[in-house]
């Protein structure tokens, strides 16, 4: 530098301290400071000079090292004024700590003392309000004494002016008086204390027999202001119980006359005509019960605003009247119902049609729709006991109900009330679960309405023996009928007993221990009914003893109905064994009776039947199976869907009712196999005889032009026929299906097995194999119209077995390698071989056979035959 230079203005604008004060950009600053000098420089058109921008500079760090300095001096002088006024602020703080600290205590202090005066005080209160209380005790007990030497000298004036004309406080204190003097005179014991015991008594009496004077009057006035006046007085005399009796006892419900003239409406109800049919709706309402209980429903509205107005305690009030109600009036209406119902049961037991099971049913109908209507109405009534302590009304019935039911103005429930009470044994409310005295008190007096029908096991005797009953008379025409069938069929020959087994099934002795007499075992009450009921056994027919889902379906809705009885009426812990139990019942008419009944009837027919007959077995007990398989459909699905979801509570009765159940369908199932097998037996039997009537010269005819006008032998058309009618009835008896399909399956296995035997009996010469070849066309035929692909190949591989009777000798070894008979080996085809007529002259020759596979005596024993049929047999399964 040339020396020190003045600043330019520039610099002295740019270096001072409020260009730092504020967002700095040292881009910025530099562009400031050297702007002029820049443009400056671009002016000149001379080389660039540095000198300019140098000085610039060099004055520009001056300026700011001065600024620095003085910014460095300000910050000392600032940083010692900082400690000094820190140091003063924390004394002044600690000062002011200290301070606190004093004022702090001495509110602990005064708090302290505060607390003692007050315990003080509080002290004072309790010792002041025991003196009062002393001192009130004195009084009374002054008044006490003076009142009784009153009594003891016969003087009852005081009491009786503080009785009359003390107004309403008078008679509070007047009661409250005489019940201490009536205490008093029953512990004292000194000389006339008996004579002053009976003056207060009298008094006592007297005073309380004015009350409910006073009390009847205002009743009948229509006063409840005056009546609850009465009422707290009576209350304070004697808890006011005979203040409530009389309200309760002189309630006009109870005196009303129309309730002989709804008894009278009772016995006379329409209901009564059906109530003992099974096929009919049970009834849900009964017209003079659901009367009453609509009168009570809105007899107690009005009462609880009236009781809730006048008694300080409503609760018990309403208790004792609706214990009242139900001991009176509802439950002389159930007896007058059962008793009814009793009476339309023997009535319908003596003339029905269903024996005394009509009269159980009669009476099991009337208790469920009793007890539902009752269930009912102690919902609608514990609505008063929801609200709080005291009765509130309920409003308008016309709503829903507390069980969430729409209700009729009358207070009738709209649809079933069977559902009211799901568990049985409780009501269903809310209030009975909250434990609340009116819903206790309510749930007990259904339960004690209705002891004496459901107590222990009697609910569910009766209604075993009312199902019992009607499914014993109802299936009485379906055992007579196989019982007379076969002992019709015992004395006829073989085709008058197929004869009469044309109905659909047959009987025999081995079904009589099936029949309905066996629903009612140990019950001889019902014998005399059904011996009664069998004299029309002569009008029975022969539809009489077939399988009918008509009558299933009717069976199991009896049982559906008691079931749902069953629901209602059993408690929450009974009901799935009873539910168990009436499964039992059922299954006993059901499976037992009704289904084994008709299949060990055919079985047993099927079995009676002769298979070397001339014409063909019957088929039509192969009806029952198709029968018995929908029966049991049906039963399943009314199991599954009713009865298992019932169980769910209970995991074991669950699993006994699905083993039970499991074990009556393998049993019905092994029933049916056995018929299909007996069946099946028989025409396979019938078969074979037919083939059996083959002449032996029937595939050796002398005259050939005979031979070939010939169109198929005698047998083959008896088979033939034998067999269409085999698919019609399977067809048509079975129905379409696995079964029809597995048994014209196991028919046309056996058939097949027959003619490979049929085959190596007879010579068959070239003639001869052409009628034997229009048979085995005749037969596949009639297998293939069977519909089973299975039998297809089989009855084509006879047919080219067949085929080898006919076919040249110079072709016959290329003709077994073809087709189905190359999967045969040749040695197995060898005894079909020697049937031919030319075999020793032209086919021995062309033979190169194994002959050690077919015994040392050239292939002509039995054994070798049959091992031969065998093996055809297996190679016929390997090829399917």
């Given at each position: 530098m040339?020396?020190?230079?003045?600043?330019?203005?520039?610099?002295e604008?740019?270096?001072?301290i409020?260009t730092?004060?504020?967002?700095?950009?040292?881009?910025?600053?530099?562009?400031g400071?050297?702007?002029?000098?820049i443009?400056r420089s671009k002016?000149?058109p001379?080389?660039?000079?540095?000198?300019p921008?140098?000085?610039?500079?060099e004055?520009?760090?001056?300026?700011?090292?001065?600024?620095?300095?003085q910014?460095?001096?300000?910050?000392?002088?600032?940083?010692?004024?900082?400690?000094?006024?820190?140091?003063?602020y924390?004394?002044?703080?600690h000062?002011?700590s200290?301070?606190?600290?004093s004022?702090?205590?001495?509110f602990?202090?005064?708090?302290?003392?505060?607390?003692?005066?007050g315990?003080t005080?509080m002290?004072?209160?309790?010792?002041?309000?025991t003196?009062d209380?002393?001192r009130?005790r004195?009084?009374?007990?002054?008044?006490?004494?003076?009142y009784?030497?009153?009594f003891?000298?016969?003087?009852?004036?005081?009491?009786?002016?503080?009785r009359?004309?003390g107004?309403?406080?008078?008679?509070?204190?007047?009661?409250v008086?005489a019940?201490?003097?009536?205490?008093?005179a029953?512990?004292?014991d000194?000389?006339?204390?008996?004579?002053?015991?009976?003056?207060?008594d009298?008094?006592?009496?007297?005073?309380?027999?004015?009350?409910?004077?006073?009390?009847?009057?205002f009743?009948?006035?229509?006063?409840?202001?005056m009546m609850s006046?009465?009422?707290?007085?009576?209350?304070?005399?004697?808890?006011?119980?005979?203040?409530?009796?009389i309200?309760?006892n002189?309630?006009?419900?109870?005196?009303?006359?129309?309730r002989?003239?709804?008894?009278?409406?009772?016995?006379?109800?329409?209901?009564?005509?059906?109530?003992?049919?099974?096929?009919?709706?049970?009834p849900?309402?009964?017209?003079?019960l659901?009367?009453l209980?609509?009168?009570?429903?809105?007899?107690?509205?009005?009462?609880?605003?009236?009781?809730?107005a006048?008694f300080?305690?409503?609760l018990?009030?309403?208790t004792s009247f609706?214990q009242?109600v139900?001991?009176?009036?509802?439950?002389?209406?159930?007896?007058?119902?059962?008793?009814k119902?009793?009476e339309?049961?023997?009535?319908?037991?003596a003339?029905?049609t269903?024996?005394?099971?009509?009269?159980?049913?009669?009476?099991?109908?009337?208790l469920?729709?009793?007890?539902?209507?009752?269930?009912?109405?102690?919902?609608?009534?514990?609505?008063?006991?929801?609200?709080g302590?005291?009765i509130?009304?309920?409003?308008?019935?016309?709503?829903?109900?507390?069980?969430?039911?729409?209700?009729?103005?009358?207070?009738?429930?709209?649809?079933?009330g069977?559902?009211?009470?799901?568990n049985?044994s409780g009501?269903?409310g809310?209030?009975s679960?909250?434990g609340?005295?009116?819903?206790?008190v309510?749930?007990?007096?259904v339960?004690e309405?209705?002891?004496?029908?459901?107590?222990?096991?009697?609910?569910?005797?009766?209604?075993s023996?009312?199902?019992?009953e009607?499914?014993a008379t109802?299936?009485?025409?379906?055992?007579?009928?196989h019982?007379g069938a076969?002992g019709?069929?015992?004395?006829?020959n073989?085709?008058?007993?197929?004869?009469?087994?044309?109905?659909?099934?047959a009987?025999?002795?081995?079904v009589?221990?099936s029949d309905?007499?066996?629903?009612v075992?140990?019950r001889t009450?019902?014998?005399?009914?059904?011996?009664a009921?069998?004299?029309g056994?002569?009008?029975?027919?022969q539809?009489?003893?077939?399988?009918?889902?008509?009558?299933?379906?009717?069976?199991?809705r009896?049982?559906?109905?008691?079931?749902?009885r069953?629901?209602?009426?059993?408690?929450s812990?009974?009901?799935?064994?009873?539910?168990?139990?009436?499964?039992?019942?059922l299954?006993?008419a059901?499976v037992k009776?009704?289904?084994?009944?008709a299949i060990?009837?055919?079985?047993?027919?099927?079995?009676?039947?002769?298979?070397r007959?001339?014409?063909?077995?019957?088929?039509?007990?192969?009806m029952?199976?198709r029968?018995?398989?929908?029966v049991m459909?049906?039963?399943?699905h009314?199991?599954?869907?009713a009865?298992?979801p019932?169980?769910?509570?209970?995991?074991?009765?669950?699993?006994e009712?699905?083993?039970?159940?499991?074990?009556?369908?393998l049993?019905?199932?092994r029933k049916?196999?056995?018929?299909?097998?007996?069946?099946t037996?028989?025409i396979?039997?019938?078969?074979?005889?037919?083939?059996s009537?083959?002449?032996?010269?029937d595939?050796?005819?002398?005259n050939?032009?005979?031979a070939f006008?010939r169109?198929?032998?005698?047998p083959?058309?008896?088979?033939?026929d034998?067999?269409?009618?085999?698919?019609?009835?399977a067809?048509?008896y079975?129905?379409?299906?696995?079964n029809?399909?597995?048994?014209?399956?196991?028919?046309?296995?056996?058939?097949?097995g027959?003619?490979?035997?049929?085959?190596?009996k007879?010579?068959?010469?070239g003639?001869?194999?052409?009628?034997?070849?229009?048979d085995?066309?005749m037969?596949?035929?009639?297998i293939?119209?069977?519909?089973?692909?299975a039998?297809a190949?089989?009855?084509?591989?006879?047919?080219?077995?067949?085929n080898l009777?006919i076919?040249?000798?110079?072709v016959?070894?290329?003709y077994?390698r073809?087709?189905?008979?190359?999967?045969?080996?040749?040695?197995?085809?060898?005894?079909?071989l020697?049937?031919?007529?030319?075999y020793?002259?032209?086919?021995?020759?062309?033979?190169?056979?194994?002959?050690?596979?077919?015994g040392?005596?050239?292939?002509?024993?039995?054994?070798?035959e049959s091992?031969s049929?065998?093996?055809i047999?297996?190679?016929?399964?390997e090829?399917?």
């Amino acid at each position: 530098m040339d020396g020190y230079r003045p600043a330019s203005p520039r610099v002295e604008e740019l270096c001072r301290i409020e260009t730092f004060q504020q967002g700095f950009n040292s881009k910025d600053f530099l562009a400031g400071l050297s702007e002029k000098l820049i443009a400056r420089s671009k002016a000149d058109p001379g080389p660039f000079n540095p000198r300019p921008f140098i000085r610039t500079f060099e004055s520009s760090v001056d300026s700011l090292l001065s600024l620095r300095s003085q910014l460095t001096t300000q910050i000392t002088s600032l940083s010692s004024s900082v400690r000094v006024s820190e140091s003063a602020y924390t004394s002044k703080l600690h000062d002011l700590s200290s301070h606190f600290a004093s004022a702090s205590a001495s509110f602990g202090s005064l708090e302290n003392r505060f607390s003692e005066v007050g315990r003080t005080a509080m002290h004072i209160g309790d010792q002041l309000q025991t003196i009062d209380r002393m001192r009130t005790r004195a009084a009374e007990a002054h008044d006490l004494i003076e009142y009784y030497y009153q009594f003891a000298r016969g003087d009852t004036s005081r009491l009786e002016r503080l009785r009359k004309e003390g107004g309403r406080e008078g008679r509070l204190r007047t009661a409250v008086i005489a019940r201490r003097l009536g205490a008093i005179a029953r512990e004292v014991d000194i000389p006339g204390a008996a004579q002053t015991r009976d003056t207060i008594d009298k008094f006592a009496e007297r005073f309380e027999r004015d009350m409910l004077k006073l009390f009847d009057r205002f009743y009948r006035k229509s006063d409840p202001k005056m009546m609850s006046h009465i009422a707290k007085v009576l209350q304070s005399f004697n808890g006011g119980v005979s203040c409530v009796q009389i309200y309760v006892n002189q309630h006009d419900f109870f005196i009303s006359k129309d309730r002989v003239m709804q008894r009278r409406d009772l016995e006379q109800s329409a209901m009564w005509s059906t109530i003992a049919d099974p096929d009919a709706l049970p009834p849900k309402s009964e017209p003079s019960l659901q009367a009453l209980f609509g009168e009570i429903r809105s007899t107690v509205e009005v009462e609880a605003q009236i009781i809730s107005a006048v008694f300080p305690s409503p609760l018990g009030v309403m208790t004792s009247f609706l214990q009242r109600v139900f001991a009176q009036s509802v439950q002389g209406y159930v007896e007058v119902l059962m008793e009814k119902a009793t009476e339309v049961g023997s009535a319908a037991a003596a003339g029905g049609t269903n024996g005394s099971g009509e009269g159980h049913l009669a009476f099991l109908r009337t208790l469920q729709m009793a007890r539902s209507m009752s269930l009912n109405l102690v919902n609608d009534l514990k609505v008063y006991d929801f609200r709080g302590a005291g009765i509130i009304t309920s409003g308008k019935n016309d709503s829903l109900g507390p069980d969430g039911r729409h209700m009729n103005g009358d207070g009738s429930v709209l649809g079933s009330g069977a559902n009211a009470g799901v568990n049985g044994s409780g009501s269903g409310g809310g209030a009975s679960a909250g434990g609340s005295s009116l819903g206790i008190v309510l749930d007990q007096a259904v339960e004690e309405l209705f002891v004496p029908y459901m107590d222990g096991l009697k609910y569910l005797e009766r209604e075993s023996r009312s199902l019992t009953e009607l499914y014993a008379t109802f299936l009485l025409h379906f055992s007579n009928y196989h019982r007379g069938a076969f002992g019709f069929g015992k004395l006829s020959n073989l085709v008058d007993r197929a004869r009469v087994a044309a109905g659909g099934t047959a009987s025999s002795s081995s079904v009589a221990p099936s029949d309905a007499s066996t629903l009612v075992e140990g019950r001889t009450s019902n014998d005399d009914s059904l011996t009664a009921m069998s004299g029309g056994a002569s009008s029975i027919e022969q539809h009489d003893g077939a399988l009918s889902l008509d009558v299933a379906e009717r069976m199991l809705r009896w049982h559906a109905e008691a079931i749902g009885r069953c629901v209602d009426l059993s408690s929450s812990s009974d009901m799935v064994k009873n539910a168990f139990a009436l499964l039992k019942v059922l299954a006993e008419a059901y499976v037992k009776s009704y289904t084994e009944c008709a299949i060990d009837s055919a079985l047993t027919h099927a079995s009676a039947q002769d298979p070397r007959a001339s014409v063909l077995p019957d088929l039509r007990d192969l009806m029952v199976v198709r029968q018995a398989e929908l029966v049991m459909q049906l039963w399943q699905h009314y199991v599954n869907t009713a009865l298992l979801p019932l169980a769910t509570s209970s995991v074991t009765i669950r699993r006994e009712m699905s083993i039970y159940n499991n074990h009556l369908l393998l049993r019905v199932e092994r029933k049916c196999d056995s018929i299909v097998q007996k069946v099946t037996d028989n025409i396979v039997g019938y078969l074979s005889g037919r083939l059996s009537t083959q002449k032996k010269n029937d595939f050796t005819p002398k005259n050939d032009e005979l031979a070939f006008s010939r169109i198929n032998t005698d047998p083959c058309l008896a088979i033939v026929d034998a067999l269409e009618k085999v698919d019609y009835g399977a067809k048509n008896y079975l129905g379409p299906g696995k079964n029809c399909e597995a048994f014209l399956t196991e028919i046309g296995v056996a058939f097949h097995g027959l003619l490979l035997d049929h085959l190596r009996k007879y010579v068959i010469s070239g003639s001869g194999g052409i009628i034997l070849t229009k048979d085995l066309a005749m037969y596949q035929d009639s297998i293939n119209a069977f519909g089973v692909s299975a039998l297809a190949d089989r009855f084509e591989m006879l047919r080219q077995l067949g085929n080898l009777f006919i076919v040249q000798p110079g072709v016959l070894k290329s003709y077994m390698r073809e087709s189905h008979l190359s999967k045969v080996e040749e040695r197995y085809l060898r005894p079909y071989l020697l049937k031919r007529a030319d075999y020793a002259t032209h086919v021995r020759d062309l033979s190169d056979f194994d002959d050690r596979s077919t015994g040392p005596a050239g292939n002509t024993g039995q054994s070798g035959e049959s091992s031969s049929f065998n093996k055809i047999n297996v190679g016929i399964g390997e090829m399917e």
